[in-house]
T-cell receptor, first 112, second 115 residues
Framework: QQKVQQSPESLSVPEGGMASLNCTSS?????YFWWYRQHSGEGPKALM?????GDKKEGRFTAHLNKASLHVSLHIRDSQPSDSALYFC????????????FGLGTRVSVFP | GGIITQTPKFLIGQEGQKLTLKCQQN?????MYWYRQDSGKGLRLIYY???????QKGDLSEGYDASREKKSSFSLTVTSAQKNEMAVFLC??????????????FGEGSKLTVL
């Protein structure tokens, strides 16, 4: 069973609109979460991390974590064509070295 | 800033062949990782190394060997390539502690095709 589950699989958003991505963990040991973005032909790049309950905002991106339900979300405000990419949620048991467990990703397409 | 360099970018092999992928980083990070990315299956951890000469198995280590002889480099060997195998192998490094703790920095990937 996938320990980190993402929804939806794909998402189409109008330019200037809001994209909302979801991530749920089935492993209660996962306490640290990241969002990564991958453009075609490139390696994933970190967007932001979130380790505490509540919201974390970085520019047009806002992440929300609810540790009780192990649910993380990512909201992209004022979506741009350059936001079209594959978005991964990743999680870790500890804040040290052991590597991240990734979800299968959500493909976001921003249309004009 | 720094960079992760993976070589080769494309690798074509024959069934049963031993194939090696190389990764170099100039971030001076202690920890390095190898992930495999298959279409529709996300990223899966093969091996990681906390420091020079250390090796730790990930969830997908069977069929692979790894080597970390220097802090800046991490190699991955496919011990016996499987026919029709096609995947992208991603190398990453990270540092722990500090503002960007745990953030993985990825290379562009090495695409493997087995004929």
């Amino acid at each position: 069973q996938q320990k980190v589950q993402q929804s939806p699989e794909s998402l189409s958003v109008p330019e200037g609109g809001m994209a909302s991505l979801n991530c749920t963990s089935s492993d209660r040991n996962f306490q640290y979460f990241w969002w990564y973005r991958q453009h075609s032909g490139e390696g994933p790049k970190a967007l932001m991390s979130i380790f505490s309950d509540g919201d974390k905002k970085e520019g047009r991106f806002t992440a929300h974590l609810n540790k009780a339900s192990l649910h993380v979300s990512l909201h992209i405000r004022d979506s741009q064509p350059s936001d079209s990419a594959l978005y991964f949620c990743a999680a870790s048991e500890s804040n040290y070295a052991q590597g991240l467990t990734f979800g299968l990703g959500t493909r976001v397409s921003v249309f004009p | 800033g720094g960079i992760i360099t993976q070589t080769p970018k494309f690798l074509i092999g024959q069934e049963g062949q031993k194939l090696t992928l190389k990764c170099q980083q100039n971030f001076n990070h202690d920890t390095m990782y190898w992930y495999r990315q298959d279409s529709g299956k996300g990223l899966r951890l093969i091996y990681y190394s906390i420091t020079e000469n250390d090796l730790q198995k990930g969830d997908l280590s069977e069929g692979y060997d790894a080597s970390r002889e220097k802090k800046s480099s991490f190699s991955l060997t496919v011990t016996s390539a499987q026919k029709n195998e096609m995947a992208v192998f991603l190398c990453a490094s990270s540092t722990w502690g500090g503002a960007n703790t745990g953030q993985l920095y990825f290379g562009e990937g090495s695409k493997l095709t087995v004929l």
